[in-house]
């Protein structure tokens, strides 16, 4: 993530806290959460618009604001 967290200045986040599931997998999969900041140029911008998939092979599994997880039409969200 490193290359699209510099493009775009998202702030990764370590998945270690908490005693999730996929913590001790993270390295093995390449999962990682990041922070979109006010300052990204991702703001306002959707998944699909971002072509996080096609322009980087990244994959979002889901999107949250705060502590509420967000569901629906995902890749239709505008990020902020």
Known sequence: IGPVANTYGLEPLPLGAGGRYFTSRTQVIGMVEAVVPSESALVGHTILQARLRSEHG????????????????LLKTPLK
């Open 58 to 73: 990244l994959t979002a599994i889901g999107l949250r604001r705060g502590t509420r997880i967000l569901s629906g039409a």
